[in-house]
């Protein structure tokens, strides 16, 4: 009777850990840096983890392709990732859905690519990162660059949130980018 008692008790808790996809930490998610026209009314990076995390001491960095120098750095104390655990960040002028999506606002209007946009943890070290376009010796990312995305598309993360180390593998282009709606499985390009 205990072994049946232990199963109707233990099965709701394994069906709900299977059912979610697993996230170590906080992952870059979504990026979208080259916007129709005026970028900064599409720009937006999206960070995929577990909701309720505070990223006091968290930051992302902004790598130039050209020279492998960080270009900008963005604090995300006092940020929290949301209940949806996607936290959008998007500029001050943002509009649309993108200005829909915003949890936050920031200076997330990245450079054209190639180069790389790196989320940093409360110690300074790289927890994530996507190098978009081949900056050969400055590529900052992870594993092999993803593609450098045209006006108006997105690098978004595929599979899940899976995190396989390597930008080819876990980053696509999207046509229509889709900032707040977090990891689902899309058809993207290379």
Same mark, same amino acid.
């Given at each position: 009777?205990?072994? !049946?008692?232990?199963?109707?008790?233990?099965?709701?808790?394994?069906?709900?850990?299977?059912?979610? $996809?697993?996230?170590?930490? @906080? !992952?870059?998610? +979504?990026?979208?840096? /080259?916007?129709?026209?005026?970028?900064?009314? +599409?720009? #937006?990076?999206?960070? *995929?983890?577990? $909701?309720? #995390?505070?990223?006091?001491?968290?930051?992302? =960095?902004?790598?130039?392709?050209?020279?492998?120098?960080?270009? =900008?750095?963005?604090?995300?104390?006092?940020?929290?990732? @949301?209940?949806?655990?996607?936290?959008?960040?998007?500029?001050?002028?943002?509009?649309? &859905?993108?200005?829909?999506? =915003?949890? *936050?606002?920031?200076?997330?209007?990245?450079?054209?690519?190639?180069?790389?946009?790196?989320?940093? /943890?409360?110690?300074?070290? !790289?927890?994530?990162?996507?190098?978009?376009?081949?900056?050969?010796?400055?590529?900052?990312? +992870?594993?092999?660059?993803?593609? /450098?995305?045209?006006?108006?598309?997105?690098? &978004? =993360?595929?599979?899940?949130?899976?995190?396989?180390?390597?930008?080819?593998?876990? #980053?696509?282009?999207?046509?229509? @980018?889709? $900032?707040?709606?977090?990891?689902?499985?899309?058809? *993207?390009?290379?």
């Amino acid at each position: 009777m205990s072994s !049946i008692l232990f199963l109707v008790t233990t099965l709701p808790v394994l069906a709900a850990a299977l059912a979610a $996809p697993a996230v170590a930490g @906080p !992952i870059l998610n +979504e990026v979208c840096y /080259d916007g129709v026209g005026t970028d900064a009314d +599409e720009a #937006f990076t999206e960070i *995929y983890g577990a $909701p309720g #995390f505070i990223l006091n001491g968290w930051s992302l =960095r902004g790598i130039n392709g050209s020279n492998g120098s960080a270009y =900008r750095t963005i604090s995300l104390t006092g940020m929290t990732i @949301p209940n949806d655990g996607v936290l959008v960040l998007a500029t001050s002028g943002a509009l649309g &859905s993108v200005l829909a999506a =915003r949890d *936050y606002t920031a200076s997330v209007d990245w450079q054209n690519g190639p180069d790389a946009v790196q989320l940093l /943890d409360a110690s300074g070290s !790289i927890a994530d990162a996507l190098q978009y376009g081949d900056a050969g010796l400055y590529n900052a990312g +992870e594993g092999n660059f993803a593609v /450098d995305v045209s006006a108006g598309s997105s690098l &978004s =993360r595929n599979f899940l949130a899976a995190d396989t180390n390597d930008n080819f593998t876990d #980053f696509g282009a999207l046509a229509t @980018p889709t $900032p707040g709606v977090g990891p689902t499985p899309v058809t *993207y390009t290379h």
